[in-house]
């Protein structure tokens, strides 16, 4: 295929005409699909359906450990699913909170902590200082900016590559800034490009010398069961380096579960150093008595262990894998050779990031959605809802059937040929 950027604009507008009779086509089957948010679909919750009949009046609702969980207690969670959550995030059962079912929810409240009260070692609360500031590797997850934007947290925009954030900058600002407190990292699979830290990256993070004493690393391990492919590519462990060096009251680990049991409905942990979680563990005594343990009891009793997370893990693989690999086959086919887009082909996660050409992602979006295609809004994943450069789309493949999926990669192709036509249009005048 011809690069777009070398036709003239005879031709161009000849290429419009071709791809604009495609669109109203694909306008009149009035479709309704939507790839914009990292859902499994009801197939993939169904693999946890018999989690739910762990728990009747027959089997009772003693734990393994002999907790009653119908009653309060047990703040952090149910010893065996603490062990469980603990092998899965790669630290010790004390350094690890199990509390409710979203990691986001944790995510807040540990930002919202740190803002009225400050971080273990803060010389006061973050909302005393007069300009607080928080690293953002874009694209990244549009929740976590949330989170910060809430907060009226100044959000600095970090370039992502292959091997994860770019360490410069973050050196850079961390080490010589003091109003920096905070990055937010996906350090497996990430949201969206599915990027794996490098080694080489985790082991720059665990050398960082932050000029901000409270200075923390969001670690959202959100995806760290979530390969694939047969593959799994490993991420370096920064716990373990950081307490090498002195430094483990530097991060906050999270994950959940909610992609491998229930999204609606799974098991959410934060993890640290003793300091932390100790301090966490007094705060958190404030606001409950206890998370639900009948919801991690089930958990217990359907996984057993990691192990059974590991194992459970596969039929998520294999019922994600032919849809990334379809929407792969796709954008190759149809864009292969133009010149007007670039992708990434994840090996784990929910999401391939696709980056239009400058200026055109925002008008791609609408052209899906004017058509019946509905993508996370164009600058979601940016700080503000800001993409400086108008090009990163985040496609979320896993929740519409197959089907569905193929005519919603197909008119997603058809509408970046469009922008990327109308926008050489545009600059040829
Ligand atoms: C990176 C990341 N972290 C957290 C979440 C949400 O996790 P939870 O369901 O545990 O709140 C998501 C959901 O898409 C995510 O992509």
């Excluded at 500031?133 to 925009?157: E, S």
């Excluded at 530097?250 to 609606?264: D, E, H, Q, V, W």
Aim: aromatic share 10%; with cysteine; hydrophobic share 40%.
């Amino acid at each position: 295929m011809v690069p777009y950027q070398q036709l003239g604009v005879k031709e161009l507008e000849e290429v419009y005409d071709g791809l604009m009779a495609q669109y109203k086509e694909f306008q009149a089957k009035n479709l309704k699909l939507d790839m914009s948010r990292g859902k499994p679909d009801a197939h993939q919750l169904g693999f946890a359906d018999a989690m739910l009949d762990t728990v009747s009046s027959a089997a009772g609702a003693i734990s393994q450990s002999g907790v009653d969980c119908r009653n309060y207690g047990c703040l952090d969670g149910l010893p065996e699913v603490k062990q469980m959550m603990a092998d899965m995030l790669e630290v010790t059962p004390d350094e690890i909170i199990v509390g409710g079912n979203s990691s986001l929810n944790l995510m807040f409240d540990a930002v919202s902590r740190a803002m009225i009260l400050g971080v273990y070692g803060s010389d006061k609360p973050w909302c005393k200082e007069p300009v607080i500031k928080f690293l953002c590797p874009v694209p990244g997850y549009d929740r976590h900016f949330a989170i910060t934007q809430h907060f009226g947290i100044q959000m600095v925009n970090i370039d992502m590559t292959p091997d994860g954030p770019d360490m410069d900058q973050v050196e850079d600002c961390v080490n010589n800034d003091p109003a920096v407190k905070g990055i937010w990292c996906v350090p497996k699979y990430s949201n969206p490009t599915g990027a794996v830290y490098s080694k080489e990256t985790v082991e720059r993070f665990s050398r960082l010398r932050p000029a901000a004493r409270d200075f923390r690393i969001f670690w959202d391990n959100a995806y760290c069961v979530h390969r694939i492919y047969d593959e799994d590519v490993p991420l370096t462990n920064l716990f373990e380096l950081l307490k090498k060096n002195g430094k483990a009251d530097m991060l906050f680990l999270f994950g959940s579960t909610s992609k491998i049991s229930y999204a609606g409905g799974g098991l959410a942990a934060m993890a640290g150093s003793r300091n932390n979680i100790e301090l966490t563990k007094k705060q958190l005594s404030i606001q409950t008595i206890g998370y639900d343990k009948i919801s991690q009891l089930m958990h217990a009793r359907y996984f057993k262990n990691f192990d059974g997370i590991k194992a459970h893990m596969q039929l998520h693989a294999d019922a994600v894998r032919p849809k990334f690999q379809l929407v792969d086959r796709i954008l190759t086919q149809e864009l292969d050779g133009l010149e007007i887009g670039r992708w990434t082909k994840p090996m784990g996660g929910y999401f391939i990031s696709f980056d239009t050409l400058e200026n055109c992602a925002k008008r791609t979006v609408s052209l899906c959605k004017e058509a019946g295609v509905v993508m996370t809004p164009a600058g979601a994943s940016f700080p503000y809802g800001i993409d400086p450069y108008d090009r990163n789309i985040r496609i979320a493949p896993t929740f519409p059937g197959i089907e569905e999926l193929e005519l919603a990669a197909r008119l997603f192709c058809l509408c970046v040929k469009l922008a990327a036509v109308e926008y050489y249009l545009t600059v040829s005048v």
